[in-house]
């Protein structure tokens, strides 16, 4: 198979949920489709589930939420999905930031009670700010649902996207009954397997003459359906491809993801409609073609312990350019060297196995002996001028306090792995001391929780009272005054940090010639 011929079967995405909309769920419905587990984990219990591949750290399966990232490849009609797991909690966001810019669409999963919350907003707006084409998935129809019209009004109303549903639900709660293809002018009967079954949901297709449909809905479910499908036909606009492609429209699907339903059918569209690897614009106007001879990538995300008995840290990277062969070398232009890639793996979670091969729009991840940083570009031809990554300054601060002090070199250790994947930021690393900051307090309780976990290294946390930070030049620290305390980051970036929002507004007017940064230079 040529290069183009296998870029075009490559879909790199993520799944953007509100938390409990269903997006673990929907993760292991995807991966048993795909054949990656034989299994669903839902059949267990939530704190026991084993086999959801991606929620592989014991801390998030304690509380039950989604709060690394993580990559998964699978295979489904001949096509390779790779999908990135984001952390749907608010207080990650910088992690769900870095791991948008290395996809190529997303799919937003809405649970059909709720409809668009604030998770789903934020989220919503990084994608569009990317310029991705969004899926929508309306989660939950099993469940008592509103008013299909209402949702779709929702997300046009509240996240500016115009709206157009390929598919009709009958029904919602116990009355939900399958779905009508208003394209293809079919009806899908739901056939009510096992909830949270391991396989793909019975299902019968006919017309929306077919005599069943009256037997099988009450009056009222019956007639709101078929008008709806009449109103959505003559009022919705209709689907438009190149609107979806420009992020200006988003198709609607609906089904329920515990119950199998509509999950196939949302994967068929998904990889019909959305975009294989394409040209990424650089920030000097040059470009790069993913069918180009140059091999290039970036890394975005960083991993340590992944598994325990491994103990070693992950590289996890998006290939932008060209094919990944093993063991092939590369320039890392931060280093200045060529390094060679020796042991590239796939992942399902914590299942893992080496790739020999792998080409534009494939995340790989690469054991990563403490050499490679988040935002490294790995390259065999020029150095491609990538948009940054972000990374967001933090506004609560705490001091680290090791309550035993034999453990002194694995704290060490443990800080300087855990700042790399950006898990919190450090601050005068060197200290006795440090200070670590992060955008929400979740991401305090990960560190400390890691900490203990993986370094065996108990902290205390000490709060200090700020509220907000700025990176600055060292030729400005002079002009800070004593109220605001001056740190470096991990690069000896002088960072100042400010007790209140007030005190950043007064120290603004007050400076106007000192340029204060949300990002280190
Ligand atoms: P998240 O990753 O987005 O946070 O959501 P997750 O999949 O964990 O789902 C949140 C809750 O919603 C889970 O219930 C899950 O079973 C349920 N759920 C997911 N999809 C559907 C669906 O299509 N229909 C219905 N009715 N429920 C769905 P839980 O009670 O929190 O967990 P559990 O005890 O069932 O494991």
């Not at 769920?25 to 991606?54: C, F, N, P, Q, W």
């Not at 429209?249 to 949302?266: D, E, K, R, Y």
């Not at 040059?286 to 001879?293: A, M």
């Amino acid at each position: 198979m040529s290069l183009p011929e296998k870029i075009a079967q490559r879909r790199a995405f993520a799944i953007i949920a509100h938390p409990d909309a269903g997006k673990t769920t929907m993760t292991e419905k995807l991966l048993l489709y795909g054949g990656a587990i034989h299994l669903a984990g839902h059949v267990r219990a939530k704190k026991d589930r084993k086999s959801t591949r991606s929620d592989w750290m014991s801390m998030e399966q304690e509380r039950g939420i989604s709060i690394s990232t993580a990559a998964m490849q699978f295979e489904y009609n001949g096509f390779v999905m790779n999908l990135l797991d984001t952390p749907g909690h608010q207080d990650f966001s910088e992690d769900t930031y870095r791991t948008l810019m290395a996809v190529d669409s997303a799919v937003m999963l809405l649970d059909g009670s709720r409809g668009v919350e604030p998770q789903t907003i934020k989220l919503f707006h990084i994608c569009r700010e990317r310029g991705i084409p969004i899926f929508t998935f309306i989660n939950k129809m099993d469940m008592p649902a509103k008013n299909p019209f209402e949702l779709i009004d929702e997300v046009e109303k509240v996240l500016g996207i115009s709206a157009v549903p390929l598919t009709w639900p009958m029904g919602s709660g116990k009355d939900f009954r399958g779905f009508y293809d208003l394209e293809k002018d079919e009806v899908h009967l739901f056939e009510k397997s096992e909830k949270g079954g391991a396989y793909a949901a019975p299902e019968s297709v006919s017309g929306l003459h077919d005599p069943r449909l009256s037997e099988i809905m009450d009056e009222y479910t019956y007639n709101f359906f078929m008008e709806g499908v009449e109103i959505a036909k003559e009022v919705l606009p209709p689907f438009d491809r190149e609107k979806f492609l420009n992020g200006e429209q988003t198709p609607v699907l609906f089904g329920s993801a515990i119950t199998n339903f509509g999950v196939a059918h949302m994967l068929h569209r998904f990889i019909e409609l959305a975009p294989p690897p394409g040209e990424i614009l650089l920030n000097n106007g040059k470009s790069i073609h993913p069918e180009s001879s140059d091999f290039s990538a970036f890394v975005f995300k960083l991993q340590a312990n992944m598994n325990k008995q491994h103990r070693d840290r992950v590289a996890f990277v998006r290939i932008t350019s060209g094919t990944f062969e093993r063991g092939m070398t590369v320039k890392v232009p931060r280093l200045n060297k060529e390094v060679k890639l020796t042991s590239p793996v796939s992942f399902f979670g914590q299942e893992r196995s080496t790739i020999d091969i792998a080409v534009a729009g494939d995340i790989i991840g690469l054991i990563n002996p403490g050499i490679y940083r988040i935002g490294d570009i790995l390259t065999t031809g020029e150095i491609p001028d990538f948009r940054p990554l972000p990374r967001f300054a933090p506004d609560i601060f705490s001091r680290i306090v090791l309550t035993d002090t034999s453990r002194q070199k694995h704290y060490r250790k443990g800080i300087q792995e855990l700042a790399e994947e950006g898990v919190v930021q450090v601050f005068n690393v060197s200290d006795q001391n440090p200070i670590v900051g992060a955008v929400g307090q979740l991401q305090f309780e990960v560190f400390q929780f890691r900490l203990e976990d993986e370094y065996g290294v108990p902290v205390r946390l000490e709060p200090l009272g700020f509220e907000a930070s700025r990176w600055i030049k060292k030729e400005d620290v002079e002009k800070v005054g004593r109220f605001d305390k001056i740190v470096h980051d991990d690069a000896g970036n002088p960072v100042i940090l400010f007790e209140t929002q007030y005190r950043l507004n007064s120290f603004m007017a007050n400076n106007p010639d000192v340029e204060l940064r949300e990002h280190p230079p």
